[in-house]
């Protein structure tokens, strides 16, 4: 009967495991009720067997169960009197330490952190190898135990030195470099040339100890000088590092070459996703979402991707679905947090994203972006006081460095009172790195907002010449509008609008240039029915207005008592503007759709209703349907060629007088 368990084995070594499953459950059960089928070892085999067979077809709550019976019929074996020669069967079993890894890998499929830490833990500390010492870290890692965490990763690095995960554990939890090096280098030192590991632990140590600067550094001598050049998991810790201190364009650069290298990465996929989605590079994002790849193989970083590429494209809903997806694979994922944040900021549940944004400062609480969308949040709440505590302990956290400086500045400028305050500190910013172009932005509108216009055109075109921008160009079209330097903005608008055609204010800029130079040209005003052949405009006036042109003429000499000719002032003459170049004119022609015809400025047309009072006497306070009316009703005879050259000679002398 042994060749039944001999069909169990060649079953699950040719991995048919839905095979397994069927015949260990049936095999199991009658040998409960006939014991001689099944010698001891070849049933608790089955019973590993078939908890094996369950675990790889991810049925990871059945598996823990099998395996919990495996260890509950070895316990009952070697505690039975009556079994011949107890020590030669207990040789044969598989050891409880391995069963017990398995039933730890169920609970932590299945998010049962706790629950897996409590498995490990019955296993002595003297039988506890690499594996269970491994796993046993990056469990207390995630669980805050970081004592634990280190102790295990130590244990790891002396029984297998070259674990170079464990080292970073190491590094990431606080401990020196040189004291991870020596660990690693104790047990390597007869593998010959390893300078390269010494550098490796050296930008690893300075990445975790937030020295960003001098990670990439190192991390960029790795890829130019030894023979790690284009090694995929280097670019991405220096993409990374690029990444946290806030250089996003080189990080982009770094982390899209890592990518050409794998498309199917996985670290690093999400901060891609991140400055893709920050640049408006939606076909390349889109990019990265590999169609090859299946449901079942998508980690939190691929969750993520999908998320960036959704909240791109204004689909807020949806990517905050999937953001939570990630959320739930790994719980304690910074990136996955700091986008449920900002989508649920964008969707205005801020109390929702305060949450989102303080749990990723919980857990990294040296990262840029929680603090700055906790900002956001109190803002958009109308919570200043607690949006400046929040600045002021990003500036104690993360150092005084540009962004956190420039980040207090902007909470600053809320309030009228401390804005000569965030004046100071975005000085101060600038004097750190003057590249900072967040900074310049905040500082030119304070310029602009103290009427120091052209302190503000200087910061801003020294910027667009080290590195032009749209909104660079942008603002500094709208400074060169308000000084009257209409030439200036326009070119820079036009750069502005080069660089980002969809660029709004760049494009409402040169218009607000185009109608002021309009209303500036000294003309006559004609409808633009007249201009077409059409006679709409009279109508609409008459009708949706209730003007007539009577009304226009009385409104002009009654606000500017104007009259024909020049105005003496000491010892200058000025010439007094025609009625459709006021400014209330000029509001009210706009109100209703009438153009300006241009007219040289010389040609000084008199007030016609001055000229010829009794042409419009039958015309004076009607309205009219059509031009052809207002025709028809127009009477020459009123006003015949004595009382016409008349007024001509009184409007004559009355210029020469003056």
């Known amino acids: 009967m042994t060749g039944l368990f001999d069909q169990i084995k060649l079953l699950f070594e040719q991995q048919l495991y839905t095979n397994v499953v069927t015949l260990a459950n049936l095999v199991l059960s009658v040998s409960e009720h006939n014991p001689d089928i099944l010698t001891v070892p070849e049933k608790f085999q089955t019973y590993v067997y078939y908890g094996d067979s369950l675990f790889y077809l991810s049925q990871y709550r059945k598996a823990e169960g099998i395996y919990r019976k495996a260890l509950q019929f070895k316990k009952s074996l070697l505690k039975s009197k009556g079994t011949a020669k107890p020590q030669d069967n207990q040789k044969e079993l598989m050891p409880d330490i391995d069963i017990k890894y398995q039933i730890h890998v169920c609970h932590v499929n299945l998010k049962q952190n706790h629950q897996a830490i409590v498995v490990l833990q019955s296993i002595p500390g003297k039988l506890r190898n690499a594996k269970i010492n491994m796993a046993l870290a990056k469990l207390y890692q995630q669980g805050g135990m970081e004592r634990s965490a280190i102790t295990s990763y130590k244990e790891v690095l002396r029984e297998c030195p070259l674990a170079l995960e464990a080292a970073e554990g190491l590094l990431s939890l606080g401990v020196k470099g040189i004291e991870v090096n020596a660990l690693v280098l104790e047990g390597a030192s007869n593998f010959g040339n390893m300078d390269w590991l010494n550098s490796w632990i050296k930008a690893h140590a300075h990445l975790h100890n937030r020295e960003y600067g001098q990670a990439v550094a190192t991390f960029r001598q790795l890829d130019e000088r030894s023979s790690l050049r284009d090694n995929l998991s280097l670019l991405v810790a220096m993409g990374e590092s690029y990444y946290y201190s806030g250089d996003h364009k080189n990080a982009l650069i770094v982390l899209q070459r890592a990518h050409a290298l794998d498309p199917h990465m996985q670290r690093g996929l999400d901060i891609l996703a991140a400055l893709l989605t920050k640049e408006r590079k939606h076909k390349e994002l889109e990019k990265l979402l590999s169609p090859s790849i299946t449901v079942s193989e998508y980690g939190p970083e691929t969750w993520i991707a999908m998320a960036y590429f959704l909240y791109a494209t204004k689909k807020n809903s949806k990517a905050a679905y999937f953001a939570q997806k990630a959320c739930f694979l790994s719980p304690r994922n910074v990136e996955a947090l700091i986008l449920k944040g900002a989508i649920l900021l964008d969707l205005k549940k801020f109390q929702d994203a305060v949450m989102h944004f303080r ?74 790195d003057e590249m900072y172009l967040p900074a310049v932005y905040l500082l030119a509108e304070i310029y602009e907002q103290e009427m120091a216009l052209e302190s503000a055109i200087t910061l801003l075109e020294k910027q667009a010449e080290l590195q032009p921008t749209c909104k660079l160009h942008q603002m500094l079209g709208d400074l060169l509008a308000r000084v009257h330097e209409e030439e200036k903005a326009l070119e820079h608008y036009s750069i502005a609008l080069n660089l980002d055609p969809n660029n709004r204010r760049a494009l409402e800029g040169m218009h607000r240039i185009d109608n002021s130079s309009s209303k500036l040209d000294t003309s006559y005003y004609m409808t633009v029915g007249e201009e077409e052949g059409g006679d709409t405009t009279y109508e609409r006036i008459a009708d949706s207005e209730n003007e007539t042109f009577c009304n226009v003429h009385r409104k002009t000499r009654d606000r500017n008592n104007l009259r024909v000719g020049t105005l003496g002032v000491g010892s200058s003459t000025t010439t007094v503007p025609l009625a459709h170049s006021v400014l209330s004119v000029q509001e009210f022609l706009a109100s209703i759709g009438m153009t300006v015809a241009p007219l040289p400025p010389t040609l000084l047309a008199p007030y016609d209703i001055f000229v010829f009072p009794k042409l419009k006497l039958a015309l004076k306070g009607r309205k009219f349907r059509s031009i052809n009316v207002i025709h028809s009703r127009t009477v020459m005879g009123e006003a015949d060629e004595s009382e016409t050259e008349a007024v001509w000679s009184d409007m004559d002398l009355e210029l020469n007088s003056q």
């Open 359 to 432: 749990e990723a400062m919980q857990v990294s609480p040296h990262r840029y972006e929680p603090h700055r969308g906790l900002v956001d949040c109190y803002i958009a709440m109308h919570r200043l006081r607690e949006a400046l505590t929040i600045a002021s302990n990003a500036c104690k956290q993360l150092g005084q460095n540009p962004r956190a400086l420039t980040l207090y500045a902007s909470v600053l400028m809320k309030d009228p009172v401390t804005v000569c305050k965030a004046k100071s500190i975005l000085e101060k910013a600038l004097a750190q």
